[in-house]
């Protein structure tokens, strides 16, 4: 059974950064992509960042580019998201979740597993 595990949200000023981290277990991490989306209440959970089973292809949404960084430890099989420079408007709940193939993708849909979910606060 797979399990995702995020940890490190928090409250923080705006300008601020906070790191995010996901422990996964129960699968091969090193051969699927992961993803971190959020959700705020009354709306679709939405895309941050993805990364490839290897690393080496990220991807994120046009809200968070260049602020957020998205890494993984195969060996530790974790996934974290680097916040940095953080807005009243990046408030939300972070989950990660498993991709379904090996390369990332920013749609919903192709992801599966998610974990319970980290509430960010950005304070302005």
């Known amino acids: 059974q797979v399990q995702l595990a995020e940890s490190g949200g928090g409250l923080v000023q705006a300008g601020g950064s906070l790191r995010l981290s996901c422990a996964a277990s129960?699968?091969?991490?090193?051969?699927?992509?992961m993803g971190w989306f959020r959700q705020a209440p009354g709306k679709e959970r939405e895309f941050v960042a993805a990364?490839?089973?290897?690393?080496?292809?990220?991807h994120y949404a046009d809200a968070v580019k260049g602020r957020f960084t998205i890494s993984r430890d195969n060996t530790n099989n974790t996934v974290s998201l680097q916040m940095n420079s953080l807005k009243p408007e990046d408030t939300d709940v972070y989950y990660c979740?498993?991709?379904?193939?090996?390369?990332?993708?920013?749609?919903?849909?192709?992801?599966?597993?998610w974990g319970q979910g980290t509430q960010v606060t950005v304070s302005s």
């Open positions: 979740s498993r991709g379904r193939s090996s390369s990332g993708s920013s749609y919903r849909s192709l992801y599966d597993d």
């Open positions: 129960g699968l091969t991490f090193s051969t699927y992509a």
């Open positions: 990364i490839n089973w290897s690393g080496g292809r990220t």
